[in-house]
């Protein structure tokens, strides 16, 4: 199999890169996170986001808990080739473990951070194992 | 001056953030970037992007040398409170060094990063020092 494409990526030191997660519908910037080159891999093979979850330090199917996984519509890499733009389908509309569709939720008003939108999923029903 | 929401963000091990910026008026993502805490207090108090360039290792007012300033609309702060998502007007529709609307114009397509985006600028009309 031709990996030319995955070597063209310019992985940090730490063996990532970072994507900003779009939804292919409604263009809004879900969420931000990490992949490794196995990680990039798995999410073109499999036609979903798979991430290397930093916390965890494991591979991370996103929807492997909650079931929202995201289908991978398109990706992109961009001038530096050191950051991915993934564009996606979210399967029931939440992309946070806050039960958000995005994880940007806050704003900058007055000198403070304001949640501006709502929960749209109750998070005990996303995790019931209190796992996220 | 009250500075409760800096210290909010989860700055990383080299008191960086990542950055997604996001045309306010098209959703389109043009780019991926980093703030120090200085260049996150200096974009609100100036209402235009200032960056913290690492290859470069100084403060980056976006457009110093092109013309092609980020007005900031609005900041978010995602679920985790480390990284930052931008709305911004982008002066000359162009935010790439290449000349193009988005740095994320590689798609990719049958195992090959493919340029999908126009260059909508010359880069060297953009630059004529050559200084990016």
Do not use: N
């Not at 292919?24 to 991430?51: F, I, K, P």
């Not at 398109?74 to 979210?90: F, G, K, P, Y």
């Amino acid at each position: 199999m031709d990996t030319d494409w995955l070597d063209e990526v310019r992985w940090d030191a730490g063996g990532l890169v970072p994507v900003v997660v779009q939804d292919h519908a409604t263009a809004r910037v879900l969420m931000h996170a990490w992949m490794s080159r196995e990680a990039l891999a798995l999410t073109v093979s499999e036609g979903r986001a798979v991430y290397w979850s930093r916390s965890r330090a494991r591979l991370w199917r996103k929807g492997e808990s909650s079931g929202h996984v995201q289908r991978l519509r398109a990706i992109r890499l961009d001038c530096d080739a050191d950051t991915l733009l993934l564009s996606v389908e979210q399967t029931g509309g939440v992309a946070c473990h806050t039960g958000r569709e995005s994880c940007f939720y806050r704003e900058l008003r007055d000198g403070r951070w304001v949640e501006v939108d709502p929960v749209v999923k109750d998070p005990a029903v996303l995790y019931p194992s209190g796992d996220r």
